[in-house]
């Protein structure tokens, strides 16, 4: 017997008609994403019941709602703990749902915050220094080229050509446009010039697995260097991805390995993705982790390794769902 399963969500083209920009909404879901997931689920044999956004989610848990498990894609508007919100009232209810807890949620969404965790374990990530301020930059420790971006920000958002910062005296510059654009602090890494990959992940703990990984290659039409915001949104004329055989190259292989032991360590839960470039030297390094990957099933990354690798959308909401289910009924 299937299961009625709310869907929490920001759509964006409500956040647009309430009149935020298209940066501000760069991260929320297309209506056909929300489309897509539901239909998914009644061919899975499930109920399921649109939600919404963190406060529609509030209000309905007033009214008395309830569900049997919710599917939970809601980013969050406003501070660094925007992606917890949801989570955290469905705690508050004893609701079960999928993908990461408050905790992992708030924590990964500061890239700062999770290289320490990251970096404190003992996997390969590069150097890095958080810029409260834009004069703090000038205590960095180590060389350029730099990488500048928001330290709190996923979906490319803060990330052009101009992230790439070739001179030290520049670096205050490009960490005071970052901090006054974004509202939040900037993190300074070492600019990483080598290959890149997104690996996708299902499960949790021990039981969490590779789905595939696929390498990022930019085209001549790309925002040179940078796996951009306008590069993603644009990916079919930018940029080129290439799925990895398993176990054929080596570099890819490390890459998932990495990408692995940082998912279980930071205690991500049911599907998303690592991102991984490698250095001069070719040795891959953690980047970040998504735990609330995008899900449109032709323009997200997480789908586009699946689609790459022969996994059908709707097998991967079923393996979503199934992850969250097992971890639930072993509590």
């Not at 979906?155 to 446009?177: D, M, Q, W, Y």
């Not at 991805?241 to 839960?269: H, I, K, N, Q, T």
Request: charged letters at 25%; proline letters at 5%.
């Amino acid at each position: 017997m299937g299961l009625t399963i709310g869907i929490t969500y920001d759509l964006r083209s409500e956040y647009l008609a309430m009149g935020y920009t298209e940066d501000e909404t760069a991260e929320f879901d297309r209506d056909d994403t929300i489309s897509a997931i539901e239909s998914t689920l009644s061919e899975l044999g499930h109920r399921p019941e649109r939600i919404g956004h963190a406060r529609q989610l509030a209000a309905a848990l007033i009214a008395g709602k309830r569900w049997d498990m919710v599917f939970n894609i809601a980013e969050g508007m406003h501070g660094i703990g925007r992606e917890a919100l949801v989570p955290a009232l469905l705690d508050l209810y004893r609701i079960p749902y999928t993908f990461s807890d408050p905790l992992v949620m708030s924590l990964t969404l500061h890239k700062g915050m999770t290289k320490r965790v990251i970096r404190d374990a003992g996997i390969a990530t590069a150097d890095f220094f958080v810029a409260e301020r834009a004069g703090d930059a000038e205590a960095i420790s180590f060389d350029p080229p730099y990488f500048v971006k928001p330290v709190a920000e996923g979906t490319g958002k803060g990330i052009s050509p101009a992230s790439i910062v070739r001179k030290r005296a520049a670096l205050r510059e490009a960490c005071e446009r970052c901090i006054r654009i974004y509202h939040q602090p900037a993190i300074i890494e070492p600019y990483l010039s080598g290959r890149e990959f997104t690996v996708g992940i299902v499960g949790t703990g021990d039981n969490a697995e590779v789905l595939g990984n696929m390498e990022v290659h930019l085209r001549e039409t790309a925002e040179p260097g940078v796996y951009s915001y306008v590069n993603k949104e644009e990916f079919e004329d930018r940029v080129t991805y290439r799925l990895m055989a398993p176990g054929a190259d080596p570099v890819a292989v490390e890459a998932e390995a990495v990408s692995l032991a940082a998912w279980r360590v930071l205690g991500c839960r049911d599907a998303g993705r690592v991102d991984i470039r490698c250095d001069a030297e070719g040795r891959p390094q953690f980047m970040e982790v998504n735990p609330l990957a995008g899900i449109h099933p032709h323009h997200s990354d997480l789908p586009i390794i699946c689609n790459l690798a022969g996994i059908p959308y709707r097998s991967l909401i079923n393996r979503i769902l199934m992850s969250a289910m097992s971890r639930i009924s072993g509590q």
